[in-house]
């Protein structure tokens, strides 16, 4: 399975991005899916998931500015973000919560003025 990781790029402080991962080799509409954050030197943490049916979670720091979705057809999972601030800037990754998957080299994410 291959994770590719997209959508990620320099922003300015209040603005929003939209991610995308596409996953190949694996049937998307069969897994939950994850979304974690990695900023520079801390560790890798889980950002949000979303289930097969489209239960959503979001981590509590996160909620209301962080969205994930999903389109099984296209064998593709979202993460929105919006009002970003220095904070969020690191890698973003997807995976399924439990890593069941290689990871992917992630999509960077830089938050600055």
């Known amino acids: 399975v291959q994770l590719q990781a997209s959508g990620g790029g320099l922003v300015q402080p209040g603005g929003s991005l939209k991610l995308s991962c596409v996953v190949s080799?694996?049937?998307?509409?069969?897994?939950?899916m994850a979304w974690y954050r990695q900023a520079p030197g801390k560790r890798r943490l889980l950002v949000a998931r979303i289930s097969m049916t489209g239960v959503t979670m979001v981590v509590n720091s996160l909620r209301g500015r962080f969205a994930i979705s999903r389109d099984d057809a296209r064998n593709t999972a979202y993460l929105e973000m919006t009002d970003l601030n220095a904070d969020d800037t690191g890698v973003y990754y997807c995976?399924?919560?439990?890593?069941?998957?290689?990871w992917g080299p992630g999509t960077l994410v830089t938050v600055s003025s």
């Open positions: 080799g694996a049937n998307l509409g069969s897994a939950f």
């Open positions: 995976n399924t919560p439990n890593s069941a998957w290689s």
